[in-house]
């Protein structure tokens, strides 16, 4: 009886290797954007940047918002759409929102019969209002044909005018304690954190996930397997959209006031924020822990310009070199896998 043995050299050569999840380069950004604006503080203010609680908790906080949009933005571009709707939806889920939740001495209410409403209320106004434009979005790309790009930029328009017309240009103002609530503290980051894992869950162990990442990758073999990808579509643009009626909730309450010019840039931010946490534009590659990660990259950079001191406009400047600069990136990695 003879055994045979199989070298070492082999067994070894055959193990397998370890690989970092395609977060951790992303991450390696942030803690290098991170460590370059503590030295510029020390410079620059004799400060440090990173070692400043308050700080932090304000770039967290500004950037809440937005990462509750870019959630919603993140499932968007991994079916290779687009939505450009995220901050007028905010604006308009703001003033709805705001509307029903004024106290009942205010002589200027807009709904005088509807004040002092439970907190519950003005939350589902909000989300509903995000909801049927997130519904309208999705059928407009799915049963007319409409380049999301087109269809979205309607509907940004339209429910930006909504805002202005709901409000006649006013801010909806003396809001509930208990509305207020909801934007006070780390509120908004906890409700960000939340509806990042539900959905970090959703997309990767759900057939909803599955069924996301297929029409992103190859829409007509998705057709072919039997996906319904106008429904899913719908679906997707209603989950946008409810999560910027969230957000635009969220927004009123921080400010205790609804106003029609909220939520202004919020969608470039959020695709911003998706593209540089690795969520490829050609659609079928992107995870919500990428997303996360590309808000903070998002807060910090905007935070550290204020920190140093650098003005505005040219922080805007910058913002649109980094959309830029994370395009041309992915476009890159997409050469390399040959997409």
Do not use: C
């Not at 407009?140 to 805002?163: D, E, H, K, N, S």
């Not at 069924?211 to 679906?235: C, D």
């Not at 635009?248 to 924020?273: F, W």
């Amino acid at each position: 009886m003879t055994t045979s043995t199989v070298p070492a050299s082999a067994s070894i050569g055959n193990a397998p290797k370890f690989k970092l999840p395609p977060e951790a380069s992303i991450l390696m950004v942030l803690i290098g954007i991170s460590l370059f604006f503590e030295a510029l503080g020390w410079y620059v203010n004799g400060q440090s940047f990173i070692f400043n609680l308050e700080r932090l908790q304000i770039i967290i906080l500004q950037m809440s918002v937005i990462g509750i949009i870019a959630v919603g933005v993140n499932m968007v571009i991994i079916t290779s759409g687009i939505d450009l709707s995220s901050g007028s939806v905010v604006a308009a889920a703001a003033v709805v929102s705001a509307s029903l939740a004024q106290v009942s001495d205010f002589p200027r209410a807009i709904f005088p019969g509807l004040t002092d409403l439970p907190l519950i209320w003005p939350i589902l106004a909000g989300m509903t209002t995000g909801l049927l434009i997130g519904l309208l979005n999705g059928s407009l790309i799915a049963y007319t044909a409409i380049p999301p790009f087109i269809a979205t930029l309607g509907t940004m328009v339209a429910a930006r005018g909504f805002a202005k017309w709901f409000t006649g240009g006013m801010p909806v103002s003396m809001l509930t304690d208990e509305f207020a609530w909801i934007g006070s503290g780390a509120n908004p980051v906890y409700i960000f954190l939340i509806i990042a894992m539900i959905f970090h869950i959703v997309l990767r162990y759900t057939r909803f996930g599955k069924f996301t990442y297929a029409i992103g990758a190859n829409r007509q073999a998705a057709l072919v397997s039997g996906i319904n990808v106008n429904r899913h579509l719908i679906w997707i643009y209603a989950i946008a959209g409810l999560l910027s009626g969230i957000a635009g909730s969220v927004t009123a309450a921080r400010a205790i006031s609804g106003q029609s010019g909220m939520g202004v840039m919020y969608e470039l931010d959020a695709i911003a924020a998706v593209v540089i946490g690795g969520t490829s534009l050609v659609g079928g590659l992107g995870r919500v822990t990428g997303t996360v990660i590309g808000v903070l990259i998002l807060g910090v950079m905007m935070s550290g310009f204020t920190f140093i001191r650098i003005d505005a406009y040219y922080q805007e400047m910058v913002k649109g070199a980094i959309i830029v600069i994370a395009v041309i990136a992915d476009q890159y990695r997409n050469k390399k896998r040959g997409r």
